[in-house]
């Protein structure tokens, strides 16, 4: 994961993988909170997989051009669940699999295009192979336990019996490990070596599954 990309040509082949990225991730969030009891997803409008629905440019421009970004976030009301602890901790983890589902899904399409056309297009295997990339970071990124990351969403649920002032000393600072580990580099190791091991992982399982088929 290169935070420092400025290669135009990258950017642009990465632009589908962001957009499939941030819409499957925030959808994932909207309809699982919507199933969990809460139709705060669906009266705004997030119970879709129109990109346009989800997508905060800022963030996805950084996404595309950094590697780091983010989309707009859904906005749900834990109170409406039905399992207010439990629904809190699989909306937060929906979104991290519907990435992880999507890198999958795509790699099984690349295995059958690359099978029914031997001279697959180089581009269309690079605008492929960066969706599963960027979809497996995407992932393990949200999976972190900082805010405002997924990752911190359920260990909060997770740790609900911790005092209400533990969390927000914990979120006043979140912002600044954030930018801290943008700075420094943390996240090329944090997310970029497990990213590197799923790739491998998903790759065996995926050759395993097309040859089953």
Known sequence: MNFLNFDLVEILLSLPA???AMTFHEFAHAFVAYKMGDPTPKLQGRL??????HVDWIGFISFAVFGFGWAK???VNPNNFRNKRFGDILVSFAGPLANITLAL???LV????LLAMPAFPDIGSRIIHKIIWLNIVFAILNLIPIPPFDGYHILKAL???????F??????????VLL?????GVFDVLVGIPAGFVYSLMSQFAAFIFMMI
Request: positive net charge.
């Open 18 to 20: 962001v957009f499939l």
């Open 73 to 75: 976030p859904v906005q």
């Open 180 to 184: 801290a580990f943008v700075w420094f």
């Open 110 to 113: 690349f295995l059958i295009l």
């Open 167 to 176: 969390f927000m000393q914990y979120e006043r600072y979140g912002l600044l």
């Open 48 to 53: 879709t997989l129109d990109p346009l629905a």
């Open 159 to 165: 740790l609900k019996s911790r005092p209400y002032m």
């Open 105 to 107: 899904l795509a790699y």
